[in-house]
Structures are given as structure tokens and as C-alpha cells.
């Protein structure tokens, strides 16, 4: 082997070493087949505080990070009130959550409220101002979209469809969705939500 040779080896093998754990194409925490993070009880804009557990009897469960003060995110609240309907069937099979884990005013438990009354969102928001959920799950963007399968592990991960502005041509989370109440791969596990708002993480102790 020459000394070239050699270089180039410890360089691929160092590149490899600096690649997050686990990470995917897009998402740099999780990967398509990892078990979904938990979450305790957190504030909804119902009054009610709900954890990860709350869900465990829907085969498939959608958790939307998304946020109030993000232009992108308000213009996909339509998608995702009428989405959640179908969830909120009484024989449907699938969950659906939102979390907000931006900290401003415009993003507070209060306003979030107000929100969810002005667009009667038929889903349980949440407020998250530790921001821990975004962080285990690697969200980045708002809104950002997981889909989980029924023994939880993320079979999905990305925007919620094709098109921020219009008629989508392919609704990603919708059709991840039937594939895992199917037992199927999606046929699109992964995608880039870098057409949202960046999540505004707050500055931390380990920054």
C-alpha cells in the first residue's frame, strides 16, 4: 500500500468517525428504523398534559414539531387541521401530536392557545420550552415531520409534503402513514423540511 494510499484510508476512516452515530441523509440524530425518543408530560393547549406513553394505543403515531410565529408553518396549519381530522375518526388507527419548542412570546403557551382556538386545531399541541424534544429527535425546522410505526421506531422523517405553496404532488407523511398501517417501508423515509422556519434553539450551558 502506498503512502498515498494509506493517507486516503485514514482520511475516509476519519470522516466516517466524524459522522454522527446513527445519523440520516438529512436528520443528523436519528435514522430511518430508530426508536422514536420519549417524552414526559408536557402542557397542551387543552389544558392536559400529555407524554409519549399517552399514544401507545394507535398503531402509528405523527409528531409535527411546528411553532406560531414561523410564516411557513401557519401556511401548512390548513394540511394539518384537515390531516388530524382523519386521525381524530373513532376507529382511525393513527395519532397525531404537534410540538412547539420555540421559547419567544409569539410562541408561548398563551399565544399557542389563541392559535389553536382561532384555526380549532383538532390535535393536542404541545409547548416544550426545554426545546429537549427537538433535540432528541434532531428537528431543525418548523414544520418538521415524524412518522412512527407501531412498535414506535421512525419509519419517516421530513416535510410534510412536496409543496409549501400550493397543490402537493406527493403528501410524504400522508403516504408513510399508510404504508406503516400496511407493515410496509415508506417509499420515501427521508426528506429535507429545510423549506420551514429554523427552529429557535436557545443558547445552553454546553453551547
Keep these: 500500500m502506498t503512502l498515498l494510499t494509506r493517507f486516503s484510508a485514514v482520511v475516509v476512516l476519519l470522516a466516517l468517525a466524524a459522522a454522527p452515530a446513527g ?6 440524530k436519528l435514522n430511518i428504523g430508530d426508536a422514536a425518543p420519549t417524552w414526559d408530560k408536557l402542557d397542551a393547549t387543552d389544558g392536559k398534559k400529555y407524554a ?9 403515531l405523527v409528531v409535527v414539531f411546528t411553532c406560531n410565529s414561523c410564516i411557513v408553518a401557519e401556511g401548512y396549519e390548513e394540511r394539518l387541521v384537515a390531516f388530524a381530522a382523519g386521525c381524530n375518526k373513532a376507529d382511525s388507527k393513527v395519532g397525531f401530536v404537534a410540538i412547539n419548542v420555540n421559547t419567544g412570546k409569539a410562541d408561548a403557551l398563551p399565544a399557542m392557545k389563541d392559535r389553536a382556538t382561532s384555526r380549532k386545531f383538532g390535535f393536542t399541541y404541545l409547548y416544550d420550552p426545554s426545546q429537549k424534544t427537538a433535540l432528541a429527535y ?4 418548523t414544520p418538521e415531520c415524524f412518522v412512527l410505526n407501531k ?14 405553496e400550493g397543490e402537493p404532488k406527493t403528501k410524504y407523511v400522508e403516504l408513510a402513514v399508510k ?20 427552529i429557535k434553539f436557545n443558547r445552553r450551558d454546553d453551547d
Excluded at 399517552?54 to 402509528?60: G, H, P, T
Excluded at 434532531?138 to 425546522?141: E, I, K, L, N, R
Excluded at 412498535?151 to 409549501?164: I, N, S
Excluded at 404504508?179 to 429554523?198: F, P, V
Design 23 to 28: 445519523a440520516g441523509k438529512y436528520n443528523k
Design 52 to 60: 409519549f406513553a399517552d399514544f401507545k394505543d394507535k398503531d402509528v
Design 138 to 141: 434532531g428537528a431543525m425546522f
Design 151 to 164: 412498535d414506535r421506531k421512525v419509519v419517516y422523517m421530513g416535510a410534510f409534503d412536496d409543496k409549501a
Design 179 to 198: 404504508n406503516a398501517l400496511a407493515g410496509k417501508t415508506a417509499d420515501t423515509a427521508e426528506t429535507s423540511a429545510a423549506a420551514g422556519c429554523k
